[in-house]
């Protein structure tokens, strides 16, 4: 089709005003503003007028375990003075999905993400609202590298897991007691997860050190002796159990059932789409505190034949309750190991920990236990959704 002269001019101007009168919200930390950040404000503006919620201090505090590096004072006025933005604000609201009630306020025609920063909660707060959401790749200025505020795509390939029942049993002193098992599930590293939070952090990150980033070819469980020795060198003072680097490089949820020594001695694994979509759907994490540096866990210990056997009995309940797709079981099994921590290694339960399980979490969800010894995430077994939240998704 061809126009008449200055026909193509007039349908392009009157384009860019209907795309003016449209408004466009993006949330997130933006802390060390950087060119990605501007990209991204520039494309998000071809929507319409940019408004941009930028997170609590506070609030990131709890989700991210430290404080950025620029007050939400100094961020809402940097972000404030791009030449793409209309408006920034600090978020009225808390957790993952802070801008919930800002969305409310603006009425949004457009909430725009990037595509690493997508979750399905966000997708169901615009549908909430009615507000459509655009999903853009990560595409720096021409002539600029990418840069990204997260951890680098590399390192973003390695999973995390999680031990959802059985904790302790990978640690010889305690299954030469008597033998039973760890449940964990190898997750996608959907999100920047929390260092010293009980997710094998450090072991991933020799694995990044290993590999490049990389999950190595091969039989997973090979990999993870070779993990497992290069993060317990000989005359380490403390060995990390198997249960963190079999964790993070076998796929699904895994039964790791240990006798009094440091490699499990019999595995069962669930690697089924449809055992890690349950699993995946009725999993929530909630921050907590990070567990402080030079904290020590073994201050005090009761290891008796009983203890240990109910703990080995958690996990067995855990198991049962994730091939039976049962999320009472699940709930229960992960809430018995918790209390047993309590039991067998008082200081691996702080007391605020345990007034806040037992306070929000065990009296209102099929059960729930902790990431970690002293703090990270409480992860909860629900069929109902939890505001707030995070997501998980394991990994097949």
């Not at 963190?244 to 089924?272: F, T």
């Amino acid at each position: 089709m061809t126009f008449p002269s200055g026909c193509k001019q007039l349908i392009t101007s009157f384009s860019a005003n209907l795309m003016s009168d449209k408004k466009v919200l993006v949330s997130g930390c933006y802390d060390l503003l950087h060119a990605g950040h501007i990209a991204f404000f520039k494309t998000a503006s071809q929507y319409g007028k940019l408004y941009v919620s930028l997170g609590q201090d506070e609030n990131l505090l709890q989700l991210k375990g430290k404080k950025p590096y620029f007050t939400q004072e100094e961020r809402v006025y940097m972000v404030g003075a791009v030449k793409y933005v209309t408006e920034a604000f600090v978020s009225s609201g808390m957790g993952m999905l802070d801008f919930e009630e800002d969305m409310k306020r603006i009425k949004p025609d457009y909430f725009v993400v990037n595509s690493d920063g997508f979750t399905e909660g966000k997708k169901r707060i615009c549908e909430e609202n009615n507000v459509e959401l655009i999903v853009l790749e990560r595409i720096p200025e021409e002539g600029l590298p990418a840069r990204s505020s997260s951890q680098s795509k590399k390192d973003l390939k390695f999973p995390y897991r999680l031990c959802l029942a059985g904790g302790w049993m990978d640690q010889p002193w305690v299954s030469e007691i008597h033998s039973g098992p760890c449940v964990v599930a190898q997750i996608w590293p959907d999100y920047d997860f929390n260092d010293r939070s009980g997710m094998a952090t450090s072991s991933r990150k020799i694995a990044v050190e290993l590999w490049g980033g990389k999950i190595p070819e091969g039989d997973p469980v090979r990999n993870a002796q070779l993990l497992f020795g290069a993060e317990n060198p000989p005359g380490s003072e403390y060995v990390s159990g198997s249960q963190d680097q079999l964790g993070i490089l076998m796929p699904g949820v895994n039964r790791l059932n240990y006798d009094g020594k440091y490699w499990p001695c019999h595995i069962e694994s669930a690697v089924d789409a449809d055992t890690c979509d349950w699993l995946s759907r009725v999993l929530y994490l909630i921050p907590l505190a990070p567990r402080p540096e030079g904290y020590n866990p073994l201050i005090e210990k009761h290891l008796t034949v009983e203890n240990v056997k109910e703990l080995g009995d958690s996990g067995d309940l855990c198991w049962q309750g994730i091939v039976e797709k049962d999320v009472q079981k699940l709930g229960e099994g992960m809430k018995q190991t918790f209390l047993l921590w309590k039991k067998m290694l008082p200081f691996t339960v702080p007391d605020w920990v345990s007034e806040e399980m037992e306070t929000n979490w065990f009296p209102n969800y099929p059960g729930a236990i902790t990431s970690g010894s002293g703090g990270g995430y409480v992860i909860v077994a629900s069929q109902t959704e939890i505001p707030g939240a995070l997501k998980i998704k394991v990994k097949c």
